[in-house]
């Protein structure tokens, strides 16, 4: 199983950017899919993006045009970029792989990074 471990958490005004960083413990270049949720205090945790194998990508309604997934196979990393941020933004962000047929369904996570959004 791949060990995931995400970087890139941090304080930011609102308005700002961020990038998080997902590597894995081995190749990513056969893994179908890679997406990030996050979890809000008291909320359910949300997919936010996903990029497959092939780089296709999906977004939650929330994030799109303002978020973007990327992955580089060389470096067995997956990227989340994430500008214009709101406090709603806020959250512990989590890397996963997982398989993407209609939906994704993820089956290994990493153990997040926490994203403050907030003046």
């Known amino acids: 199983q791949v060990q995931l471990v995400e970087s890139g958490g941090g304080l930011v005004q609102p308005g700002g950017s961020l990038r998080l960083s997902c590597l894995a413990s081995?190749?990513?270049?056969?893994?179908?899919?890679m997406g990030w949720y996050r979890q809000a205090p008291g909320e359910q945790r949300e997919l936010v993006a996903v990029?497959?194998?092939?780089?296709?990508?999906n977004y939650a309604d929330s994030v799109k045009g303002r978020f973007t997934i990327s992955r580089d196979n060389a470096k067995n990393t997956v990227y989340l970029q994430m500008n214009s941020l709101k406090p709603e933004d806020t959250a512990v962000y989590y890397c996963?792989?997982?398989?993407?047929?209609?939906?994704?369904?993820?089956?290994?996570w990493g153990q997040g990074t926490q994203v403050t959004v907030s003046s």
């Open positions: 996963s792989t997982g398989v993407l047929r209609g939906t994704y369904r993820p089956d290994s």
């Open positions: 081995r190749s990513i270049f056969l893994i179908n899919a």
């Open positions: 990029i497959t194998s092939g780089s296709s990508t």
